[in-house]
């Protein structure tokens, strides 16, 4: 075990934390303790591809209970701390925004106030090293226009659900750290993921899976929001990077640069579809789009200018958008096996998912 480098990931079960433990393991070099509470969102079948590696340790642990924390963080003596743990759907956040504030921030706060205890007893070497990563999303910037505007790491915060809003929350209590207590940190904004694993309530697989049950393809107003869409690969490397590379106290931009309407999203879904999977009815899943009543605060547009994570760490997207998304079909086409419990399973009525969404 000794020479590798320990990394505290919190969230680990989740569609983007479990990217990241599979990642880690299976680039090697790393020993990976994976604490995720285990929510509906959670689920420790995307680690089986790693569950046997004797560098791969899991904790049921809440993060909102700070004893338990501390003594992760005695026993397992991490040099780095990956906080992607939080309750990430909008739509919940509008139904239920106490989660929201427990877990995002409350919990946030807590890991901060164990990671500083035990950042300050490091020795010097491992200290100089250490860097509690907070893993954040673009909308915490806001809404953009359909025609202009780009997020930078400068663009002032502007959220407009609970779910950004407590995100943007956690986003400041992390730059507090830094600036007033000094713990080393590093803090990343991404744009919308998908790929393989992500659970089945989100926009990309509620559509691939409802349009093979044939049920309604739900799309909110016109399907114009934008999104800029990053395969969930791409975006586990850049956070390797950040987290490794990322100079103390900065933030990074992460995007795709692939801004798609929802609609193209729904309709490039459905054209893969009736290639790869035509339907026995013998129509287009197209027939099946179904547009319902917009969500309240939905913002129109995100898009991410990612120049300093490409120039300083020399990150770019690998997967273009039409490649990520024949691959993320044929995932769900091959894996029922990882989806079908969570389609049976009551995940509060059928929820419609955008964005991340
Ligand atoms: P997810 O909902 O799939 O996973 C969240 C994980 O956190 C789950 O495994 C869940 O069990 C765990 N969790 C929730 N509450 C917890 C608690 N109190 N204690 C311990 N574990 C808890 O989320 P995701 O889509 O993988 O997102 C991960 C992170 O990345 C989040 O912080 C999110 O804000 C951010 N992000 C997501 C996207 C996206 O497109 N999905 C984009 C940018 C940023």
Redesign the pocket.
């Known amino acids: 075990m000794t020479g590798k480098f320990t990394v505290l990931v919190?969230?680990?079960?989740?569609?983007?934390?479990?990217a990241v433990c599979r990642r880690l393991i299976s680039i090697g070099g790393y020993r990976v303790i994976n604490?995720?509470?285990?929510?509906?969102?959670?689920?420790r079948a995307s680690l089986r591809p790693i569950e046997n590696s004797p560098d791969y340790v899991f904790s049921k642990?809440?993060?909102?209970n700070e004893t338990a924390i501390r003594e992760l963080l005695r026993t397992y003596r991490p040099d780095a701390i990956m906080?992607?743990?939080?309750?990430?759907?909008v739509d919940r956040s509008i139904d239920g925004p106490a989660a929201f504030v427990?877990?995002?921030v409350i919990?946030t706060f807590r890991m901060l106030n164990a990671a500083l205890d035990y950042w300050r007893k490091l020795d010097d070497e491992k200290r100089g090293r250490f860097r509690f990563h907070h893993?954040?999303?673009?909308?915490v910037f806001g809404d953009l226009p359909f025609d202009s505007g780009i997020f930078t790491e400068n663009t002032p915060y502007a959220p407009s659900s609970p779910y950004s809003a407590s995100?943007a929350a956690s986003d400041h209590f992390v730059r507090a750290w830094h600036e007033t207590y000094g713990l080393p940190i590093v803090l990343s904004?991404?744009?919308?993921?998908?790929g393989p694993y992500?659970?089945p309530e989100?926009l990309i697989p509620l559509v691939i899976l409802n349009a093979l049950d044939d049920k309604p393809l739900p799309i909110y107003g016109k399907g114009e929001n934008v999104r800029d869409w990053l395969f969930v690969e791409d975006?586990a490397r850049a956070l390797e990077l950040v987290m490794r590379e990322g100079r103390n106290g900065q933030s990074y931009n992460i995007g795709g640069g692939s801004e798609r309407t929802n609609l193209q999203v729904v309709e490039t879904i459905c054209d893969l579809l009736d290639k790869k999977r035509p339907s026995l009815l013998g129509n287009s899943y197209r027939s099946q789009i179904a547009f319902v009543v917009d969500r309240p605060g939905h913002d129109r547009r995100y898009a991410i200018d990612a120049t300093k994570i490409r120039s300083e760490l020399g990150w770019t997207p690998t997967v273009t958008f039409e490649e990520g998304i024949s691959a993320t079909i044929d995932w769900y086409l091959e894996n029922s096996w990882w989806w079908q419990p969570l389609r049976k399973q009551r995940y509060a009525g059928e929820r419609l998912g955008t964005a991340?969404?």
Do not use: P, V
């Open positions: 919190t969230g680990g079960a989740g569609f983007i934390g479990s604490l995720d509470q285990l929510t509906y969102a959670g689920n642990t809440n993060i909102c906080h992607l743990a939080a309750e990430s759907h427990e877990t995002n919990g893993i954040s999303t673009d909308e995100k904004n991404c744009s919308n993921n998908y992500h659970f989100k975006h991340k969404g």
